[in-house]
């Protein structure tokens, strides 16, 4: 009989690239797979089947009903505890499968009490992301996350530098597994549709330079922005994504409108499995991260391995996982600092000698030595322990 596993996550799955494999080769392995996120969006639906797995959304009825504050969160995720363990409880689940700390603490104490198996699947250093005050909310995370450590039947991390963490700082007596998130293959940029030129009237003689992602105050996108000023002329910037909070939002928006209009395009966040297709458009891929917490300084970012699947040259960040991988496989340029001259160094560098950088014999051994074909094996070899 196919053990059933019940997958927890606090988004509604569109753009969650890592959920989806893992749910994907799961049930290509054998093995029922559900999974509940929550409504993010009003035209939501609250269940459907996503690549023939099931999925059901919880709906936040106090969601836009009460303040941004600490006593508005912790109602509207005290909503999202207790409707998630009233549909666990009505589940025949063997697996529990937590995307995140938040997504394992209401499903702990319920998957304990049924003895079922329990993983903890740590996309982040999660009380460590940036924007994260150092306050008693914070700090009591924190010592969750300590304690359920060595409680859990496994752990998954997205990096091994979060995984070594885990083990000499927040006391995990086994090594977490890492799992990347990391395409299957090199698909290159072969029948790639003209999608934005003619979507959305950007000049035909002008190349793309794109970051994809979120786009918050914590990704130095102004200074991306500014960094512009000094492109070579033929480069145009393009940012899609998800512009938040408001204010930020509408801050970025005033600057490009007022100073940068005819230098960048912002676009919407799209799904993930269109996104792919838009990012073969493009002529550059850019990673910007800055280096205001320790999570973000040991990112390993989905757009790092996305621009590389489809041969796109990269200019990123000075941080350690982002530098390893340009740097042995000889795709792009490191910007030592995030500062706009330095920025466009990189990418005007790249522009200039794009035959070199832009081989896709490098890209290919990158997807050679690593690939998710190699990393559902790691994650099929622990699950047929349990």
Not at 63 to 79: A, D, H, R, V
Not at 302 to 314: Q, R, T, W
Request: charged share 30%; proline share 3%.
């Amino acid at each position: 009989m196919k053990k059933k596993v019940l997958m927890v996550v606090l988004n509604n799955l569109i753009h969650d690239a890592r959920v989806l494999k893992e749910a994907k080769t799961l049930k290509k392995s054998n093995y029922k797979v559900k999974i509940i996120g929550i409504i993010t969006k009003s035209d939501d639906k609250k269940s459907f089947r996503l690549d023939g797995i099931d999925v059901q959304l919880i709906k936040i009825h106090t969601k836009n009903l009460l303040p941004k504050n600490n006593f508005g969160w912790f109602i509207k995720y005290l909503e999202f505890a207790v409707k998630l363990n009233i549909k666990m409880a009505k589940e025949n689940f063997n697996i529990v499968h937590a995307h995140n700390l938040d997504a394992l603490l209401p499903v702990y104490l319920l998957a304990k009490l049924l003895n079922k198996s329990i993983i903890y699947d740590s996309h982040e250093l999660f009380t460590e992301m940036a924007g994260k005050s150092d306050n008693f909310i914070n700090k009591t995370w924190f010592m969750f996350e300590k304690w359920v450590l060595n409680r859990v039947n496994q752990i998954f991390t997205a990096n091994d530098s979060r995984a070594r963490i885990m083990v000499q700082e927040y006391g995990a007596k086994r090594k977490p597994i890492t799992l990347l998130n990391i395409p299957e293959k090199f698909i290159g940029s072969k029948n790639a549709e003209k999608y934005w030129y003619n979507k959305f009237n950007i000049p035909q003689n002008k190349k793309i330079v794109l970051y994809q992602g979120s786009l918050t105050r914590h990704r130095d996108i102004e200074i991306l922005i500014e960094s512009t000023e000094f492109f070579n002329d033929n480069l145009l910037l393009v940012l899609i994504g998800q512009l938040s909070p408001a204010e930020y939002k509408n801050k970025i928006s005033r600057m490009v409108k007022r100073h940068f209009s005819d230098r960048v395009k912002i676009l919407k966040q799209v799904p993930f499995k269109k996104l792919l297709e838009i990012t073969k458009n493009a002529y550059i891929g850019v990673v910007i991260y800055n280096k205001s917490s320790r999570n973000n300084y040991l990112c390993a970012p989905n757009k790092l391995y996305e621009y590389a699947s489809v041969g796109l040259p990269i200019a990123g960040s000075n941080l350690p996982e982002v530098k390893d991988v340009i740097k042995k496989y000889q795709f792009g340029e490191i910007f030592e600092k995030n500062e706009p001259k330095s920025i466009a160094k990189a990418i005007n560098l790249i522009d200039k000698e794009y035959r070199k950088y832009s081989d896709k014999l490098k890209f290919q051994k990158l997807f050679k030595d690593c690939n998710w074909k190699l990393q559902e094996k790691k994650l099929i070899s622990y699950y047929k322990k349990l």
